[in-house]
């Protein structure tokens, strides 16, 4: 049975350490719902009210168009080995860019991503567990290499080159 929480406690902490992938949903006001699905080493839980991730660069940037109005979010996480079991982390979320104080501070838990576009931090205001019965087995194999390869390719330069060119604009037409 599913259960609602105010925070984390640490057998949650410990299943979201383990997971390979989460996904992160956020809307504005007007406009597409966006979910977006995010992996890699990119997540960390600051304590049992607070997480941040480190957001790479992607074919959009459909979160950061959505929290520059709207600062409401939920990430999600399924077990897809072992006991099932749904995770979801309500909360307000705020943005972080490279120049930023506090992308700073958190930057240093985080592999140096040649693509890491921002760091998003969420201060968690509920966490709801559900069964996951009907989520199916799922064996992790690898990461994907093509992002950092990619990103690593072109360098920094090329990263913030393909952002103005391709992450200014939400699909909704809203400037980033």
């Known amino acids: ?9 640490p057998a949650l902490q410990n299943f979201i350490e383990n997971q390979k992938m989460f996904f992160v949903g956020t809307a504005r006001s007007q406009g597409n719902v966006n979910i977006s699905l995010k992996g890699m080493d990119t997540f960390r839980v600051i304590d049992t ?3 941040v991730w480190l957001n790479l660069t992607g074919s959009g ?15 999600m996480f399924c077990s897809f080995e072992k ?33 890491a576009r921002q760091i998003i931090e969420m201060d968690i205001n509920l966490v709801q567990t559900s069964c ?7 064996e ?9 390869d990619l990103d690593i390719k072109i360098g920094r330069d090329g990263v913030k080159k393909y952002w103005k060119e ?3 604009k939400s699909i909704d037409g809203y400037e980033i």
Not at 1 to 9: F, I, S
Not at 61 to 75: D, F, G, K, P, V
């Open 140 to 148: 992790f194999k690898e990461e994907r290499s093509q992002l950092n």
């Open 61 to 75: 940037n459909e979160t950061t168009a959505h929290l520059q109005e709207n600062n409401r979010m939920t990430i």
């Open 166 to 168: 391709k992450n200014t």
């Open 132 to 138: 996951g019965y009907a989520v199916p087995f799922m």
């Open 83 to 115: 006991m099932p079991l749904i995770l979801r982390l309500y909360g307000n979320a705020k943005i972080y860019h490279e120049n930023d104080k506090e992308y700073k501070k958190f930057s240093s838990l985080f592999e140096d991503y040649v693509g």
């Open 1 to 9: 049975m599913g259960k609602r929480l105010k925070e984390l406690n």
């Open 49 to 51: 009210k607070k997480i």
